[in-house]
């Protein structure tokens, strides 16, 4: 069973918004990050955006700063990825990724290898 379960991906214009979720459901695991990554057609896997579970400070790669927001609802052991003024270029699959490693330097939480856990990925495809 995946834990890990996204939503929220569709097809949109160059400019527009889409929420993307991330819910840990099932079995209990622990996670000290929840990370966000995409992986364009014949493209590696990149990371997208980084949320700590504690705390809540974040981590985003550079071409997302500014139009795109990570946060998470621990109640509701939810993360979501608020997309904002799309661009051609953000079509890929999201995938969301927890990590029950603790670094004390975030930037770490950019590699995906420091994740235990991913969803099953979810499309986005934004049209020129």
């Known amino acids: 069973q995946v834990p890990l379960v996204e939503s929220g991906g569709g097809l949109v214009q160059a400019g527009d918004s889409l929420r993307l979720s991330c819910e840990a459901s099932?079995?209990?695991?622990?996670?000290?990050?929840m990370g966000w990554f995409r992986q364009a057609p014949e493209k590696e896997r990149e990371f997208v955006a980084a949320i700590r579970l504690s705390g809540g400070s974040t981590l985003y790669t550079d071409s997302v700063k500014g139009r795109f927001t990570i946060s998470r609802d621990n109640a509701k052991n939810t993360v979501y990825l608020q997309m904002n003024s799309l661009k051609p270029e953000d079509t890929a699959i999201y995938y969301c990724a927890a990590s029950s490693k603790y670094y004390s330097r975030t930037y770490l939480y950019s590699k995906d290898d420091v994740y235990d856990y991913w969803g099953q990925g979810t499309q986005v495809t934004v049209s020129s």
């Open positions: 099932g079995r209990t695991f622990s996670r000290e990050t």
